[in-house]
């Protein structure tokens, strides 16, 4: 079992060339890729808008994505949860699933000869920023969606702060990752700061 939550990959490399690394090629056998989004077992700051955000997510990875897939994948939303890829949310990621205190989203592929053969995508609500907890906009909750299921379709973290499979977490409200990219440039507007590789920000 493979966890991918939060991997800082250290760039060893006196390059400056930016990496897509990849789990498989082609990690699924067959097409469409099953969906199951539990909108029933869902905490208690869970937002109805999020499930759309999920939606989005996946047209995002069938209309190409990021651009790094070897394939274009196909998905099909059901109402079972004996599918490919199951999504659910958690009230606290950090507390519930053993994730790192700041993770928003944790994807764990199950692995048999080289495919996958389900992968559970589990997604928080919301984050402690300092001593107060914040709940995930819709746009936050977009790129989380985005960035999890692109581990769940076969792609490892990127070092390139454009891609969506960099490994930023930390957001207030519904800052997008455009403007994520320039806050951790130092957007003049909005001050932020790097740390352990991935940027914590602050509104002035
Ligand atoms: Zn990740």
């Not at 930016?18 to 869970?46: A, E, G, L, M, R």
């Not at 499930?51 to 939303?77: M, R, V």
């Not at 958690?90 to 519930?96: M, P, T």
């Not at 589990?122 to 989380?144: P, R």
Request: charged fraction near 20%; aromatic fraction near 10%; charge should be negative.
């Amino acid at each position: 079992m493979l966890l991918l939550i939060v991997l800082i990959l250290p760039v060893t490399s006196a390059t400056s060339d930016y990496n897509y690394p990849k789990i498989f090629d082609h990690p699924w056998d067959h097409s469409p890729i099953t969906v199951y989004i539990d909108n029933k077992s869902v905490p208690p700051h869970y937002n109805p808008s999020y499930y759309i955000q999920i939606e989005k997510a996946l047209n995002y990875w069938e209309d190409g994505g990021n651009g790094k897939l070897n394939y274009t994948p196909a998905f099909k939303i059901v109402d079972s949860d004996n599918t490919d890829i199951i999504i659910r949310w958690v009230e606290n990621l950090g507390k519930n699933e053993s994730a790192p205190p700041k993770a928003s989203g944790s994807t764990i592929p199950q692995i048999e000869n080289g495919r996958f053969v389900h992968v559970d995508v589990v997604l928080g609500v919301g984050n402690y920023q300092g001593a107060k907890w914040i709940q995930y906009g819709d746009e936050t909750m977009l790129f989380i969606a985005e960035h999890e299921l692109g581990h769940a379709l076969g792609l490892e973290h990127s070092n390139d702060k454009q891609d969506i499979m960099y490994p930023t977490y930390e957001h207030i409200g519904n800052i997008s990752p455009f403007l994520l990219n320039q806050i951790a440039d130092g957007h003049p507007t909005l001050k932020g700061r790097v740390c352990k590789g991935r940027p914590l920000l602050f509104r002035e």
